[in-house]
């Protein structure tokens, strides 16, 4: 049996090894490592693939989170709700422009921001909505964007963790994760379903005149050089992570398939165990779906009921199963982050997750025999 990794970039790597390469020495023979034709390439075949009007590239997912809130002209002082339970990077850029962040609760069932939290966070000071697709399926984007249109508040896509992901409306029409709200953000660190080899991001819009000003701020201000019409950053994709992002793209399907496909063994090993609380597939599915992709399981993330999670991680590793905890300390807890206003009754869910869950190996290059390894490794500790 292969050695088990968390993410086996280097397996992924093999496989497409023959275009990276050739991308990556076109890139170098040009000499066009900013802004050059690959980042404008890649550019519009993601824009393609979305369906959605504009993508901007840019350094990594954190600026993509940080140029989409100015691109929107929110000022400081404003409040911006986003989710107790994700990693810090969608508060961080929150409290950066000196924005208020309201952290909120999540559901306990698919993770991802609860409807009933932000309805009742919002204030007359509230001015946007950060969902974050945690763990590789859509928050309840239909339900947001009501309350949003309702209060007259934009809302930004955190969609890091779920590119590539479909959202089903009510009415059965689908729209892929980040291009549903305002404006969304992605990272592509190397780990990410879709992911380069260093840094990159991107942010998606389908708003024509945000798309500009946005466009503007990527490149410290300018739409003419020497001409700085709006405060800006220095945060462009350089053109080898584009090649290699391009060259990923066509596999994209591919490789969330395999993901869902790993998902599917993990879920039916554990079937029957009491123990282990699986990963809701949620937006109207009943199981891993074949064909519309709901959830693209950046990470599959288990809940553990009645057993030592803790004790679980440290036999995984010293089974050499490497496994993570995402997230072990809710954000209103974290010292960055603290706020009198938080009242701890109202993250009942946040504070029961960071004790339950655990996330175990996820990405294209699982086989059975790793699976097995895995869920029998976990099944035989939790039996005694």
Known sequence: MKKIQMVDLK?????????????????????????????????????QYLGVKHVIPCANGTDALQIAMMGLGLKPGDEVITADFTFAATVEVIALLNLTPVLVDVNEDDFNISIEAIEKAITPKTKAIVPVHLFGQCANMEAIMELAKAHNLYVIEDNAQAIGANYTYKDGSKAKAGTIGHVASTSFFPSKNLGCYGDGGAIFTNDDDLAHTIRGIVNHGMYERYHHDVVGVNSRLDSIQAGVLDAKLPNLDTYNKARQNAARKYNKAFQGIDAIITPKVSNGCTDI??????????????????????????????KDIPCGVYYPIPLHNQKAYADERYNEADFTVTNLLVKEVISLPMHTELDDDQIDYITSTIINFING
């Open 11 to 47: 397996g992924q790597y093999e496989g497409i090894k023959d275009v990276v390469n050739t991308s990556i020495q076109e890139v170098l023979e040009t000499t066009s490592f900013i802004n050059g034709p690959k980042v404008h390439q890649f550019q519009k075949n993601l824009e």
């Open 289 to 318: 779906c074949d064909t519309c992709d709901c959830h693209v399981f950046h990470q599959y993330t288990l809940k553990i009921k009645g057993v030592d999670r803790d004790a679980l991680v440290k036999h995984l590793n010293e």
